[in-house]
Each structure stands twice: as C-alpha cells, then as structure tokens.
C-alpha cells in the first residue's frame, strides 16, 4: 500500500493520474454521495435540484414552480427524483471506460449528425489561405507538442464571446487548449435557438464534417454548425445555414475576426486532410461553473433544466479533457465515452 500510494504521488507530480489513485478517489466521492445523500462541499445547487427536481403525482410532469413548459427537456434521475450531474457517480462511470470495461466498450461510438464526405471542400482563395496560415502557425503549434492534422475541438461559450481551440498531441491522451479567440459577436441572448429567423445562435452539442467547410459564403470564410441536430429535431426545432464565420455578424451564427477564421478553419481542413472524419463543436450559453449553476439554479428560468444538461458534458470534457460521445436517453442528452479515446 505504501509503495502504491508513494507510485501514485510521484505520477502525479510528474503529471501524470494514477488509475488506482483515481478509482479509490471516485469511489469514495460515489460512496459518499450516496450513504450520506448528499457531501462535504457539494455545490448548493446539487441539493436544491434535488430537492425541487421531481414528477408530480400521477403525471410525471414537471413542477410548475420551476418555471418549465410540460413536454420541454429534463433531467433524468432514479426512482421519482430528477436530478442534476452529479461528479461522482457520474465520473466513476467514465472513468472506468479507461480503467478496463464500462462505458469505453458497450457504445457504438460518437453519434454523428453529419455524413462525411471524401475530403474539405476548397477554392484557389481558401487553398492559399489554409497554406498561409498553417505555415505561420507551424512554429506555434510546435511549442505546445502540436501540429498540423492533429484531431481538433472546439468550444464556444456565447455570454464570455470566446471560441476555445482545442488538439489532441500524438504524444499525449488528451487534448490540451491551444488557443482561445474573442468572437466578434454571438447573435441573441442566452438559451437555445427555436425556430428560422429568431436571431438566436444555437446551444448544445454539434459535429461537422468535412462538407460543412464553406469556403465561399457571403462571410469571410465559414464552419457550417450543423443545426438543427437530433436533440433539437426532436424539439421541432428549425434552423439552417448557421455558422462560424468570419467578418460581421448575421442572424443565428457565431462571428469571428478574419483572422481567427483562417485559423480556425486552416485548423479544420488540416484535420480532415490528415483523416479526422468529424470535429466537435459544443456550444455554450456561459462557462457552466459551479459557482455559476448555484446562481442560476438559485432563480430557475425557462432554460436552467436544459443548461444542467448541457453541464454534463461540459463536466465530461473538464474532467478528462476529452470530447464525450453524444446520444439521446429520451429527451435529454447523454454522454459517454467515444469509441477509439480510451
């Protein structure tokens, strides 16, 4: 045990978890949470969620103290109580796609809203930006254990107007952040995008493929989303041709400064160019923080039973900095590990 404990530290030190350090931590956050129904810590609006989050009698409608329409997204716990992510459980489920068995070997994968096609599409104009920037960026990238080709995310998050741009090194497990560009402007407010024409930029979870590159569009260049995916069909959700681009901002899309769009496309086209068949993109209303969800929970609007959802996933990726796998439990998402990251 000594020599177990004394192994795990100094993995740790040098940057490197120690699976059986990691499994005994998460166990015990797992036993915790449910011997004493709740833990040491535990943000306040975990227990409110609890507390507040459950069928009424007979109809397995939600509350209408929380402010929620019937028939719009919840979150789905055990027995009669609906319930918020929790990490522990949560995480131990995930982790264990890395430790041998679980999650890692009984999904299919990442579910893809995208079919690929056979390669980026690319015009002269786009072909000489994508060489440009990818030579000006190649020392960049090197200094962080980078390069073009390496698999590629990316986060939005619309209220802090910030698009991370996230690789996965060749020589490392996990993606690590590579850059994070200031958006010219997200169109809307916070809360998802509901029908064509309401100004709104979408929130969730989104891949793209290589066809979704846009090199000629009225912008400077553009990524197209992908929206409406299979959460939002399933909500009669409406909406097309929304994107990153460059330039100024239209109705529904993310704007970045052309300068930033040659990067974060040249980044994309690289990718597929090196065989990387999708690239996630997760669409944010904030940084979805503890201390953030305690203030939000703590006056529920019309979205907050959607944006614990949403925590989820950015819960998944904070944890071990890879993208999860995306699909459909009902009506909300779920998230697992993709096939090929464990």
């Known amino acids: 045990m000594f020599l177990r404990r004394a192994l795990s530290l100094f993995l740790i030190g040098i940057g490197i978890g120690s699976p059986w350090l990691v499994r005994d931590w998460l166990a015990a956050r797992s036993q915790g949470a449910v011997v004493g129904g709740g833990m040491a810590g535990e943000p306040a609006w975990v227990k409110r969620w609890q507390n507040r989050f459950r069928h009424e009698k007979g109809g397995g409608a939600v509350s209408p103290a929380l402010g929620l329409e019937h028939g719009e997204a919840t979150v789905s716990g055990k027995g009669d109580e609906r319930q918020p992510y929790l990490f522990a459980s949560e995480t131990k489920r995930i982790m264990e796609g890395f430790l041998g068995g679980g999650v890692g070997s009984e999904r299919g994968g990442l579910k893809r809203w995208f079919p690929s096609g056979d390669g980026p599409p690319a015009t002269p104009r786009s072909r000489a930006i994508v060489e440009e920037v990818i030579r000006r960026l190649g020392d960049e990238l090197a200094s962080t254990g980078l390069k073009p ?36 402007a997200a169109a809307g407010r916070s809360g998802p995008k509901l029908r064509e024409g309401d100004g709104q930029a979408p929130e969730g979870f989104y891949t793209f493929g290589p066809e979704a590159l846009r090199p000629e569009t009225r912008h400077h260049l553009g990524i197209d989303l992908g929206y409406p995916n299979a959460y939002d069909r399933q909500r009669g959700r409406t909406g097309s041709d929304l994107l990153i681009h460059g330039g100024s ?44 969800m305690d203030k939000v929970c703590s006056n529920p609007s019309r979205w907050t039973d959607e944006w614990v959802n949403l925590k989820e996933g950015y819960d998944f990726f904070e944890n071990v900095r890879l993208p999860p796998g995306i699909g459909l439990d009902g009506d909300r998402y779920e998230f697992f590990i993709a096939s090929g990251e464990n």
């Open 249 to 292: 901002l239209a109705g529904g899309s993310y704007a970045l400064p052309p300068a930033a769009m040659d990067e974060v496309y040249a980044l994309a086209d690289a990718a597929f160019r090196a065989g990387e068949e999708e690239v996630a993109v997760h669409l944010f209303p904030f940084r979805l923080v503890d201390a953030r």
């Open 149 to 184: 080709g390496d698999p590629l995310f990316l986060r939005v998050f619309k209220e802090e107007s910030e698009l991370e741009v996230w690789m996965k090194p060749a020589s490392e497990p996990h993606y690590v952040l590579f850059k994070v560009h200031r958006l010219v």
